[in-house]
Structures are given as structure tokens and as C-alpha cells.
């Protein structure tokens, strides 16, 4: 009953779009005018903007997860068995909402049309979801049915309690790396894909996907009831290997960084850009997403009801990826660059290794040796600090680099090609230099020059206009 409440509570606030968008488009303008000169202001003002519209439905989306939990888990002893279940066909969800959204919704009903249907399909849920609810009786186990209540001891009961201190460290740092390597992903492979929501919908389903597997490996993982003491240590370990070495096989797989889908059909660069996104996040992002689920078998001895417990996690591993979207978006690109700030994940993945083997001891020498082989690794093979930052064409096109400039919004590079200066932005967008400035010159120049106006070409399968050989593209 109470999840027929949250979605149809849901959809209720989904209406507010269309009122509060409107009102955007009234007052934006005053808005932009009176802050645009104080950057750090008006991003707390559109991140405010962006609260009075997202957050009354995210506030109900977030209660789902927890109160379907709680309806569908009668036995400690099931937790982490069905809760991660549910966060892995959750998360399935999530990805085939981002595939039809950026791929095939707005291209076939519009936009608008697609969002009343998503609204549409959602009060259906709440309304079959309230009739199920009184139709039927809790779901109960057919063998040692236990009712939750409350404990107030902290005492562990077997070797793979970990303290609540703990898994709530270990749900924070989760959702902190999983959306600041979002971000830095995001960020890293701007350099190479053309900028639409073709390209971000593509990588945001692959990582939605990747962590969906990831809460499916946890939930094999828990039935073959693992040694969690040797388990976590090594599968920290491993994240921090396998997110340091992102880089090292991007920058293989696209050629030092060289466009992709400069010719073919879309099609073609889907294809291409799935496929490379696959290899380059998806094994990660697997590994990352085992982490969460894994904490609610952790939980099952713990002082709360299965929703509270997992709501718990869940809060704290969100509010974890809050801080890490700030932390990289704002913080770490602009302070450390793209190639260091993907290794500091990766450093504070390994830390949390090393902490979990001095916190909770083990006897395996290989869990032991892990964290150490690991930062071997890291400050020798997969110091991504070494990579270049822009793909230079020295014989080609007869390119050196002078100068590079890394932040949060893109990275910028000035080149000298052909004894003329270009600039490029993100790696590929060649926004003039000064071999234009015979194009843009008269016999009574102006006290500044103008950009060229370049040639234009569509790109196959996209609604945008590609400028120049590699211009920047605008929408249609």
C-alpha cells in the first residue's frame, strides 16, 4: 500500500514541471543578469532552481526502494539475498529508462509527450501497487518467520559483523566514488565523443547496467557465503586497480584520444561508442556496484527492520554521492586535472582497504599483501599522471602543444600547426587561430578580429551542426 503511495505521490509532483518550468523561462533572464558576473553565486542559485523542481519527486523515488524491502523481507536472514536483488533490477530499470529516454522516447513522441507518458506509466504502478496492496497480505517466509525488534547492544555475533560505524563509512565512500568517477568518466570521454545526448545517454545506461551486474555479483557473492574479512579488503583492492587503469585503456582504445565517429553512420557510432564505454567503465563499474548491495548482508544483525536498514544505507550512500558530484565537479578537476583526480579515487579506494585489513584482522597472507601490490601498482604501471592531456598530430598535421589549461568546464589547449597557433577545445573542437585572421581582416580592421565563419557539415544520423573539420557543434 505505502508503495502505491510514494508513486502516485510521485506523479503528483511530476506536474509541477510544467508550472515551474514556465516560470524558469520568466525569470531566468533577471536572474542571469544580475549574477552572471559572481560565478560561485549563481551556481548556488541555479542549484536552488534546480531543487524546487527536482526534489519533491526525488524526495518520494527515494522512499521505494526501502518500503519495497520491507514488505519483501520477513527474515534477517534473507536481507542481503533480496535486497540486493531488488537494487539490481532497480538499477535495470534506471538504465532502460535512461536507453528510452535518450534514444528512442523524444525522437518518437517528443518531449513533452514522453514525459507525460513517464508520468502516466508510474501513477499505473502506484495505482496497481495500492490494489495489490489490499488484495494481499504481506509477504511472509514459509520457515522461521521472525518479526524485527529493536536492539540496543552492539555486540557482533560472528566474525563478518562489521560495526555500523563501518558500513556506513564503507556506504558513504561507495556513493561518493560512484558519482565523482561518473563525472570524471563523463569528463574523459568529452574528449572523443561528439557532444549530444546521444553520447551521455550511451555512457550513463552503460554504468546504470554495469551496477545493476554489480548488485547480481553480490547477491551470488552472499549465497556462497564468502569470507567477508578477506572479501572486502581484496574487492577494494581490485576497484582501485581496475579505476586506475580507466585511463590507460581509454587513451589504447581511442588511439591517444582520437575522435570517434567522425565517419559512418549512427548506427555505427553508437556501436562504437558503447562498445568502448563497455570496456572502459563496465568492468569498474561492475566491481563498484557489488559494494552497496554486499553492505545489506553486513546489516542483517543490525538494531533495525530490513526497510529501515537498507533506507539507512541508502540515504547515507546517496548523500555520499552527493558530496562526490561536488567533489569532483567543483574541487577535483579544477584543482588536480582529469588524469589525477581519477587516480585519488583510486587511492581512496585502496586506503579503504588498507583500513578494513587494521580494523577487522585476517589470516589470509594474500588479503594481507593486496593493498601493498596494489599501491606498487598504482605509482608504477597505472599512473595515469603520465598520460597526455590532448592527442597531438606531430607528423600528420605537423602539431606541437604550447600550452594546456585543465577546469571543470573543459579542457583547453593552445597548438602550433603549420608556424600557426590554433586553439581546441576538449581535445578535438578547433575553435580558430591565427591562420583565420586573413579571412577575417579588411582594409579598415577593427580594433579586435572576429572569428571566421566556418564551413558547416551535418554528421550522419544527428540533429546537430558540425563546424569547421572539427568545429564545435550546435543544436538544430
Not at 45 to 56: G, I, T
Not at 67 to 92: C, D, E, P
Not at 94 to 99: E, N, P
Not at 287 to 307: D, I, R, S
Request: hydrophobic letters at 50%; a positive charge; charged letters at 10%.
Amino acid at each position: 500500500m505505502m508503495y502505491g503511495v510514494l508513486e502516485i505521490c510521485i506523479t503528483l509532483c511530476a506536474v509541477l514541471y510544467f508550472v515551474v518550468y514556465s516560470a524558469y523561462d520568466a525569470v531566468y533572464p533577471t536572474l542571469f543578469r544580475f549574477f552572471n558576473q559572481a560565478p560561485v553565486l549563481f551556481t548556488l542559485v541555479k542549484f536552488s532552481l534546480a531543487m524546487v523542481l527536482f526534489f519533491p519527486a526525488a524526495f518520494f523515488m527515494g522512499g521505494t526502494l526501502p518500503v519495497m524491502t520491507q514488505h519483501l523481507v520477513r527474515n534477517s536472514k534473507t536481507l542481503g539475498q533480496r535486497a540486493s536483488l531488488l537494487y539490481a533490477i532497480n538499477t535495470f530499470g534506471a538504465a532502460s529508462g535512461a536507453v528510452a529516454a535518450g534514444f528512442y522516447l523524444p525522437q518518437t513522441l517528443g518531449v513533452d509527450t514522453s514525459y507525460w507518458l513517464a508520468m502516466g506509466v508510474t501513477l499505473l504502478v502506484g495505482v496497481m501497487a495500492m490494489i495489490a496492496g489490499r488484495s494481499t497480505s504481506p509477504l511472509r517466509e514459509l520457515s522461521e518467520p521472525k518479526v524485527y525488534q529493536p536492539r540496543f547492544d552492539h555486540q557482533e555475533t560472528s566474525s563478518d559483523v562489521f560495526s555500523s560505524k563501518t558500513l556506513t563509512a564503507l556506504a558513504f565512500l561507495s556513493g561518493f566514488s560512484d558519482l565523482a568517477l561518473q563525472v570524471l568518466w563523463v569528463r574523459m570521454f568529452a574528449q572523443v565523443l561528439h557532444n549530444s545526448v546521444y553520447s551521455y545517454a550511451a555512457i550513463l545506461a552503460v554504468f546504470l547496467i554495469s551496477l545493476a551486474m554489480g548488485g547480481v555479483t553480490a547477491r551470488e557473492l552472499i549465497n556462497r557465503h564468502v569470507n567477508t574479512r578477506n572479501f572486502l579488503p581484496l574487492l577494494f583492492t581490485v576497484n582501485a586497480l581496475l579505476v586506475a587503469g580507466s585511463p590507460t585503456l581509454f587513451h589504447s582504445l581511442t588511439g591517444g584520444g582520437a575522435y570517434i565517429g567522425g565517419n559512418g553512420t549512427f548506427a555505427d557510432y553508437l556501436l562504437q561508442v558503447f562498445l568502448i564505454t563497455t570496456l572502459v567503465i563496465g568492468i569498474p563499474t561492475v566491481a563498484m556496484g557489488v559494494v552497496l548491495p554486499y553492505l545489506f548482508k553486513l546489516a542483517e544483525n543490525g538494531n533495525f527492520g530490513p526497510g529501515e536498514t537498507v533506507g539507512r544505507l541508502v540515504t547515507i550512500n546517496t548523500l555520499g554521492a552527493i558530496f562526490g558530484l561536488v567533489v569532483a565537479g567543483f574541487i577535483l578537476l579544477q584543482s588536480l586535472g582529469l588524469w589525477a583526480s581519477l587516480k585519488t579515487v583510486a587511492v581512496l579506494y585502496l586506503v579503504a582497504g588498507i583500513w578494513l585489513l587494521l580494523s577487522y584482522p585476517t589470516q589470509s597472507v594474500m588479503t594481507k599483501a593486496a593493498p601493498i601490490l596494489g599501491l606498487l601498482i598504482l605509482t608504477t604501471v597505472l599512473d595515469t599522471t603520465t598520460l597526455p592531456l590532448v592527442r597531438i598530430d606531430a607528423i600528420g598535421k605537423n602539431e606541437t602543444l604550447l600550452k594546456v589549461w585543465e577546469g571543470a568546464d573543459a579542457t583547453v589547449a593552445v597548438v602550433r600547426r603549420d608556424g600557426h597557433l590554433r586553439t581546441k577545445l576538449n581535445n578535438w573542437y578547433t575553435l580558430g587561430g591565427t591562420a583565420d585572421m586573413a579571412d577575417t581582416t579588411n582594409s579598415n580592421p577593427p580594433s579586435y578580429v572576429t572569428a571566421p565563419q566556418p564551413k558547416e557539415r551535418v554528421l550522419p544520423g544527428f540533429g546537430h551542426r558540425h563546424y569547421g573539420g572539427n568545429g564545435a557543434s550546435l543544436p538544430c
